[in-house]
């Protein structure tokens, strides 16, 4: 099972890009990153997914490397509501065993 | 509307008295699972199912029993609380985990074990 660590916080201004890395050192051929976003209060929410080199949708965009050992959630152009945790999670195909790490808390300023 | 629903969404109550929380979800999904969720500790599995009358342990599993007798629900049982298990829980859904299935979250239900 592939642990994940995730930088504990990041602090950012409105309109800045927000980067998050997520170290997954012994990820397996067949894992899935994945990322989800979760607001107080309320349940983790997909946010986008990917398995290599790059991935974008209408919220963020997913950069892999070519080793896989990491990856990085970019939020382009921030505003006061992406304020929120970010959870990068390492999903694997022949188990349902999941495990999320202790996620990113990123503060947007005004 | 495609969902996961919690009940209770809130509970207060004491140690020692059985309690359960139900999960439902109207996607047809094969796999559910319950989490916790902790400061500082993120979200830590507590069962999972792979479907109806299969489930398994999760991280934390000790103090709570789950049963799917139907594929839409998996409850969260807790035969004797203790405060320990005072916590944020959530409980998830998907066709199956990895190969492009996110989760589905509920709500939560903030449970407090006096």
């Known amino acids: 099972l592939a642990k994940t660590t995730q930088p504990i916080s990041m602090d950012s201004y409105e309109g800045q890009e927000v980067n998050i890395t997520c170290s997954h050192n012994n990820i397996a051929t067949n894992d899935y990153i994945t990322w989800y976003q979760q607001f107080p209060s309320q349940g983790p929410r997909f946010i986008i997914q990917g398995y290599k080199t790059k991935v974008t949708n209408e919220v963020a965009s997913l950069f892999i490397p070519a080793d896989r050992k990491s990856s990085t959630l970019s939020l382009p152009r921030v505003s006061l509501s992406d304020t929120a945790v970010y959870y990068c999670?390492?999903?694997?195909?022949?188990?349902?065993?999941?495990?999320f790490g202790a996620g990113t808390t990123v503060t947007v300023r005004a | 509307e495609a969902q996961v629903t919690q009940n209770p969404r809130y509970l207060i109550t004491v140690t020692g008295k059985k309690l359960t929380v139900t999960c439902s979800q109207n996607?047809?999904?094969?796999?559910m699972s319950w989490y916790r969720q902790d400061p500082g500790l993120g979200l830590r599995q507590i069962y999972y199912s792979m479907n109806v009358e299969v489930t398994d342990k999760g991280d934390v599993p000790e103090g709570y029993k789950v049963s799917r007798k139907e594929k839409r629900n998996f409850p969260l049982i807790l035969e004797s609380p203790s405060p320990n298990q005072t916590s944020l829980y959530f409980c998830a859904s998907s066709l199956r985990p990895g190969q492009g299935q996110p989760q589905h979250f509920g709500d939560g239900t903030r449970l407090s074990i006096l």
């Open positions: 999670l390492v999903a694997p195909d022949n188990d349902y065993k999941l495990s």
């Open positions: 996607m047809n999904h094969e796999y």
